[in-house]
């Protein structure tokens, strides 16, 4: 019985998480290309464009259970625990995965992946072109 309500459990949550799909939303320097700007907090505006998205989704084997179900969170390639001390203005791009991608995020990327990539990391990587 804890095996059927288990893996009820477990596709209810994959259906929820699926139900968003993956997408990518990108500044390309006007301000009304920035529609995370009309929202509080980032976690806010992804929470509008994929539901669901941060009430954790277990898509891990039953020896993981206790394991953690948040999705993965990273900000111009580094990993944080939450959006909270990102200026909305600083940002350029936010991706949501939650396709066959996750999987070059190993487990900690099996509950979705939200990639956030600021203006800071644009102009470094535009300072180290230019070097080389």
Wanted: charged share 20%; with cysteine.
């Amino acid at each position: 019985m804890k095996r059927l309500i288990l893996l009820f459990s477990l596709f209810i949550s994959l259906f929820a998480l699926s139900s968003c799909g993956s997408g990518k939303w990108i500044n390309d320097g006007n301000d009304g290309d920035q529609p995370w700007l009309n929202y509080r907090t980032l976690d806010e505006y992804i929470e509008v464009i994929c539901p669901h998205f941060f009430e954790g989704v277990a898509a891990r084997g039953v020896s993981t259970i206790n394991g953690s179900t948040t999705p993965l969170l990273m900000v111009d390639g580094f990993e944080v625990q939450n959006f909270d001390s990102i200026d909305l203005h600083d940002i350029v791009a936010v991706e949501i995965i939650t396709d066959s991608r996750v999987a070059s995020y190993g487990v900690r990327g099996a509950n979705g992946v939200a990639l956030v990539t600021t203006k800071a990391s644009q102009n470094a990587n535009k300072k180290y072109k230019d070097q080389h």
